[in-house]
């Protein structure tokens, strides 16, 4: 019987350019491609069957691939000027793709805890853009894109199996971050515009979604979820809007819809199967639902300017609405 062989290509053209390659294992394969100056590229494998591929253009780009484990596969492309990427691998089927344009971006991917069919998707185009993504358990997703634009900044943090989340970027000094602890939660938060920010701290538990939408300048989501099947979602346009989500339960859904400026609303459910929803039109509005207790059904709508809502429902079954233009 014969063991299949490893192999390595390594093609420079250029000066300065560092190229390293280990591998331990059977039919591991590397390929290192490297053009114009001063790039460092590095790729260390052991186990079976795993593919890393760093491709680089421009100057002083620095790729590091470490893989671990069975059927791993990295593809890194760098273009323009001093890129860095790292991918680090452990378990079976994973695969990470990192694609990087223009300069001094920066991408790292880690599917680590001996995790299986983990999937990470980093795409990166304008300057001082940074991208991490931290996956541990099986079968999780991220898609983490930056179409255009300046210090830009995306973390994806995921424990368990299943879970999935897609980030896109367009603008300047964007920032979002998500963190999923649980089975087959999913997070999309999509931003375009300046300075926004949206979080979604810590999304544990099963089941749960959570959608954050920023077509605006200065705005600011944040999601906190615990518990089985909630489901809370943010959409602003305009200036300096805030939405605010918390929930803790089961299958909660929470909504929060705000245009114009400087616009605030706090969603809080506490227990099972409680339905609220906030609409902001105007300037300045605050709006804020507070439920405690199971199937309440909370709504608010505000047009005007200056205007203030509070609803707070305990018990079960509870109905209330504030509309005021």
Do not use: C, P
Request: charged share 15%; proline share 0%.
């Amino acid at each position: 019987m014969m063991m299949a062989q490893s192999s390595s290509e390594v093609y420079q053209t250029g000066t300065v350019h560092v190229a390293f390659a280990v591998q331990t294992g059977t039919s591991n394969e590397v390929l290192i491609e490297q053009l114009g100056s001063g790039s460092d590229a590095t790729v260390i494998q052991s186990g079976d069957w795993n593919y890393g591929e760093i491709k680089q253009n421009g100057t002083k780009h620095v790729a590091n691939t470490y893989q671990e484990g069975t059927s791993n596969t990295s593809f890194t492309k760098q273009f323009g000027n001093g890129q860095n990427a790292t991918v680090v691998q452990e378990g079976t089927n994973n695969k990470v793709f990192q694609y990087q344009l223009d300069d001094r971006n920066n991408a790292t991917a880690k599917q680590v805890g001996g995790g299986d069919g983990n999937f990470i998707d980093q795409q990166q185009a304008g300057r001082f853009n940074r991208l991490m993504s931290t996956q541990s358990g099986d079968n999780g997703i991220v898609y983490q894109k930056q179409i255009s634009g300046e210090s830009h900044a995306a973390t994806v943090i995921q424990f368990g199996d299943g879970n999935r989340t897609r980030q896109t970027q367009d603008g300047d000094d964007n920032t979002a971050f998500v963190r999923q602890r649980g089975f087959q939660g999913d997070v999309l938060q999509e931003q375009t515009g300046f300075q926004n920010r949206a979080y979604v701290y810590d999304q544990k538990g099963d089941y749960n979604e959570s959608y954050q939408y920023q077509y605006a300048d200065y705005a600011n989501s944040e999601v906190t979820q615990y518990g089985v099947g909630n489901l809370a979602a943010t959409l602003q346009f305009g200036a300096y809007n805030g939405a605010f989500i918390t929930q803790d339960g089961t299958d909660n859904l929470a909504g929060i819809l705000q245009g114009g400026e400087s616009n605030g609303a706090t969603i809080h459910q506490e227990g099972d199967n409680n339905i609220a929803g906030v609409a902001q039109w105007g300037e300045d509005n605050l709006a804020l639902i507070e439920q405690y207790g199971d199937a309440n059904v909370a709504g608010v709508l505000q047009l005007g300017s200056g205007d203030n809502a509070h609803i707070i429902q305990t018990g079960t079954g509870n109905m209330a609405a504030v509309i005021q233009y």
